[in-house]
């Protein structure tokens, strides 16, 4: 049974930091990408960061380029997302995402395998 398992939310001021890591397990992920998605009250569900199951290739919405880092850990199978100078606007649940279509695949209908979320509240 495949799992991403999402950790790491919390509740931050304005220009701090967390990071959200993504457990994988439950099958191989060598031919997928993972992106990071959020999704605030009443709007779309965004992607904000992918990776290559490999590694080497990421992707990084203009909205939180210079501000967050997306990387993998193979020997954990696990993906992070540093966030750095955290802002109001990033406030939302942010979900991890496998996808066979590629780093970066903007739609959440892409994704094959979903976490289950965690919240991340920014206050101003």
């Known amino acids: 049974q495949v799992q991403l398992v999402e950790s790491g939310g919390g509740l931050v001021q304005t220009g701090g930091s967390l990071r959200l890591s993504c457990a994988a397990s439950?099958?191989?992920?060598?031919?997928?990408?993972v992106g990071w998605f959020r999704q605030a009250p009443g709007k779309e569900r965004d992607i904000v960061a992918a990776?290559?199951?490999?590694?080497?290739?990421?992707y990084s919405a203009n909205s939180v380029k210079g501000r967050f880092t997306i990387s993998k850990d193979n020997a954990k199978n696990t993906v992070y997302l540093q966030m750095n100078s955290l802002k109001p606007e990033d406030t939302a649940v942010y979900y991890c995402a496998a996808t066979q279509w590629g780093v970066g695949t903007p739609s959440p209908d892409k994704y094959n395998y979903w976490g289950q979320g965690t919240q991340v509240t920014v206050s101003s």
């Open positions: 439950g099958r191989t992920f060598s031919s997928y990408a």
């Open positions: 990776i290559s199951w490999s590694g080497g290739t990421t």
